[in-house]
């Protein structure tokens, strides 16, 4: 087992993000000038999301402010994340899709690591520079395998199974870094549903029993003379993982839960392909307990999101 890890991601503003092959033109930009029916789409370049005209005569109503959102009469429907910022977006299920290659260039400010989430692709490489065009410090190139087969017959019979997540870390810290990323898929689009860049934090070794716990959000459904209906939602997974602290690092450790504790971030328990059931994002909580003379006893939940 591989240490336990918390990756807080930093939040993508327009100025970090340098390039990108996904455009943002889902739809036409909103305009005050323009008189939108019910079910018009259009996109803001502020925040980089999707809303649905939910009136006809719409006109210089703003879809970024919230009362044209929510108030006595709902003007405009939050759809979510452009096609561009899904990725960015905090949620695993909403994927930016793209034909092949996906690249994208970042100047995030320091970060040591970064973690993909919701991946659908064959390859990746990723290159990271001190400095916008300056030495290279940090580059990786190679195939998104999942499988572990464990004797020949699955090595040649098994079916394929693709690597959902990846982790780069290690990374060495500098103010001006640049992260270039690129996915390639032979069939299909390029698909990432999350990008998560940042300080990754180590605790302590995983102890063996960690619990990894799918979930969903559907529902059934019952009418009034009794039918039932699955109401199929999306789904994901909690994770609990024990763990035990050098007396002298609890406070660093507590620290550091404490500060993601409202934060969406990537909770690894093992980097190893076999363990990426381990690795989840969500909200983290977690226990310390000082029952030992040298050592804690820490225990960390993460609430998945969908």
């Given at each position: 087992?591989?240490?336990?890890?918390?990756?807080?991601?930093i939040?993508?503003?327009?100025?970090?993000?340098?390039?990108?092959?996904?455009?943002?033109?889902?739809?036409?930009a909103?305009?005050?000038?323009?008189?939108?029916?019910?079910?018009?789409?259009?996109?803001?370049?502020?925040?980089?999301?999707?809303?649905?005209?939910?009136?006809a005569?719409?006109?210089?109503?703003?879809?970024?402010?919230?009362?044209?959102?929510?108030?006595?009469?709902i003007?405009?429907?939050?759809?979510?994340?452009?096609?561009?910022?899904?990725?960015?977006?905090?949620?695993?299920?909403?994927?930016?899709?793209?034909a092949?290659?996906?690249?994208?260039?970042?100047?995030?400010?320091?970060f040591?690591?970064f973690?993909?989430?919701?991946?659908?692709?064959?390859?990746?490489?990723?290159?990271?520079?001190?400095?916008?065009g300056?030495t290279?410090?940090?580059?990786?190139?190679g195939?998104?395998?999942?499988?572990?087969?464990?004797?020949?017959?699955?090595?040649?019979?098994e079916?394929?199974?693709?690597?959902?997540?990846?982790?780069?870390?290690?990374?060495?810290?500098?103010?001006?870094?640049?992260?270039?990323?690129?996915?390639?898929?032979?069939?299909?689009?390029?698909?990432?549903g999350?990008?998560?860049?940042?300080?990754?934090?180590?605790?302590?070794?995983?102890?063996?029993?960690?619990?990894v716990?799918p979930?969903t959000w559907s529902?059934?459904?019952?009418?009034?003379?009794?039918?039932?209906?699955?109401?199929?939602?999306?789904?994901?997974?909690d994770?609990?993982?024990?763990?035990?602290?050098?007396?002298?690092?609890a406070?660093?450790?507590?620290?550091?839960?404490?500060?993601?504790?409202?934060?969406?971030?990537?909770?690894?328990?093992?980097?190893?392909?076999?363990?990426?059931?381990?690795?989840?994002?969500?909200?983290?909580?977690?226990?310390?307990?000082?029952?030992?003379?040298?050592k804690?006893?820490?225990?960390?939940t993460?609430?998945?999101?969908?």
């Amino acid at each position: 087992m591989s240490d336990v890890s918390i990756l807080a991601p930093i939040a993508i503003t327009d100025a970090m993000l340098v390039s990108s092959t996904a455009a943002e033109n889902d739809y036409a930009a909103w305009n005050s000038s323009a008189t939108y029916v019910m079910g018009n789409r259009v996109i803001s370049t502020i925040t980089h999301r999707i809303y649905e005209s939910a009136q006809a005569g719409n006109n210089n109503k703003d879809p970024t402010n919230i009362i044209n959102r929510a108030g006595t009469v709902i003007w405009w429907i939050d759809l979510g994340p452009t096609n561009q910022r899904a990725m960015f977006d905090g949620l695993v299920s909403t994927q930016t899709s793209v034909a092949s290659p996906l690249t994208v260039v970042l100047r995030a400010g320091v970060f040591n690591a970064f973690f993909l989430g919701g991946l659908d692709a064959d390859a990746i490489s990723y290159v990271v520079k001190d400095a916008p065009g300056g030495t290279v410090i940090s580059s990786y190139s190679g195939v998104l395998e999942g499988s572990t087969p464990a004797d020949y017959y699955e090595f040649f019979f098994e079916r394929f199974k693709p690597q959902t997540d990846f982790i780069a870390s290690s990374i060495p810290e500098y103010h001006a870094a640049e992260l270039t990323l690129t996915l390639t898929k032979v069939t299909g689009n390029v698909k990432l549903g999350i990008l998560a860049i940042g300080d990754l934090q180590p605790f302590a070794p995983a102890q063996y029993g960690v619990k990894v716990k799918p979930k969903t959000w559907s529902y059934i459904k019952v009418d009034d003379s009794g039918n039932a209906t699955i109401k199929k939602r999306r789904s994901g997974k909690d994770i609990t993982v024990n763990a035990l602290v050098e007396l002298d690092d609890a406070d660093t450790v507590l620290d550091a839960i404490t500060f993601v504790l409202d934060v969406p971030c990537v909770m690894i328990c093992s980097d190893a392909v076999v363990h990426r059931g381990m690795r989840g994002f969500g909200l983290v909580s977690g226990e310390l307990s000082y029952d030992h003379k040298t050592k804690c006893n820490l225990t960390l939940t993460q609430q998945g999101l969908i």
